[in-house]
């Protein structure tokens, strides 16, 4: 077993947009794969798109309502979380309720990066802000299935569950949580 190597986490910034643009490519990709999803590669790469375009625009935080931190091991980018209103798929599983509650989304983590604690120092470390913040409660979702599974553990039963979202046999879960019960 290897040692783990230095982890830092910092606010994004213009230095680390480029390694940021190519974790969302990797682990996303992965992601799909593993949920057994790598054809639909316009899905993919919408995805991909769409969290690209959500960090370029924190990097403008006067014309932006979302943060983002980048977790480095030894120097190199290995994992992102972001901040910021809740997005479609929780108004719309939710029927508005979670409206005003922020979201903690964009949790990625290099595939040859996972099962270290990286996604849970960045969690810690997202916590701390928003306490700072004065934000009280958070928001997240996932339709895979390996991260529901990880979040189910972490975060317990979910506010919501909607079935058939994305298809057939397909679950969307929503988690509603309390900031303080995920500080350290």
């Known amino acids: ?6 982890l830092t986490i910092h606010p994004l910034t213009q230095d680390d947009i480029q390694s940021v643009y190519g974790l969302f490519e990797e ?6 794969a593993q949920e057994g999803l790598a054809s639909l590669q316009d899905d993919i790469q919408s995805e991909v798109d769409n969290k690209q375009q959500m960090a370029a625009s924190a990097l403008d935080p006067e014309h932006s309502d979302t943060y983002f931190l980048v977790a480095k091991l030894d120097g190199k980018v290995a994992g992102t979380i972001s901040f910021a209103p809740c997005g479609e798929d929780i108004r719309s599983c939710t029927e508005h309720q979670l409206d005003d509650v922020g979201e903690l989304g964009s949790l990625y983590i290099l595939p040859s990066c996972q099962g270290q604690g990286i996604g849970s120092a960045l969690i810690r470390e997202l916590m701390a802000y928003l306490k700072s913040r004065g934000i009280e409660e958070f928001c997240l979702d996932s339709g895979y299935k390996r991260a529901q599974q990880r979040w189910l553990r972490k975060f317990g039963e979910p506010h919501t569950v909607v079935k058939d979202y994305w298809g057939p046999d397909s679950v969307h879960m929503v988690w509603l949580c309390k900031v303080r019960d995920y500080l350290v």
Request: charged share 25%; proline share 8%.
């Open 1 to 6: 077993m290897t040692k783990p190597g230095r």
């Open 27 to 32: 682990s996303i990709s992965d992601a799909f």
